[in-house]
């Protein structure tokens, strides 16, 4: 049985930082890219980063850019987003997915995605 699971959420404050962790299990996701992203309370999930299998190619929504950097380790079949000068606007349910459409692709997509995780909440206060 192929399981997401996103570790690292919290509170901070604004200007603080956070890494959070997505580690798969039942199958290995090497091959795919891995993306983040998040939703917050009555507003529509939104992407905010995504990776190519080798880590080769990477994108990123506007609004986290030059703050956020996803990352990953196919030994550990594990994708990591480390956020940086964080804002109260990026306060969310952060879920990471696999793009099971392109094998071994550097090209990162926004959206059609599988395999989501469970999330988990990050809350920055002001």
């Known amino acids: 049985q192929v399981q997401l699971v996103e570790s690292g959420g919290g509170l901070v404050q604004a200007g603080g930082s956070l890494r959070l962790s997505c580690a798969a299990s039942g199958r290995t996701f090497s091959s795919y890219a891995m993306g983040w992203f998040r939703q917050a309370p009555g507003k529509e999930r939104e992407f905010v980063a995504a990776?190519?299998?080798?880590?080769?190619?990477?994108d990123y929504a506007d609004s986290v850019k030059g703050r956020f950097t996803i990352s990953r380790t196919n030994a550990k079949n594990t994708v990591y987003l480390q956020m940086n000068s964080l804002k109260p606007e990026d306060t969310a349910a952060y879920y990471c997915a696999v793009d099971i459409h392109r094998y071994a692709s550097d090209y990162v997509a926004k959206r059609g995605y599988d395999y989501w995780g469970q999330g988990t909440q990050v809350t920055v206060s002001s």
């Open positions: 990776i190519s299998w080798s880590g080769g190619s990477t």
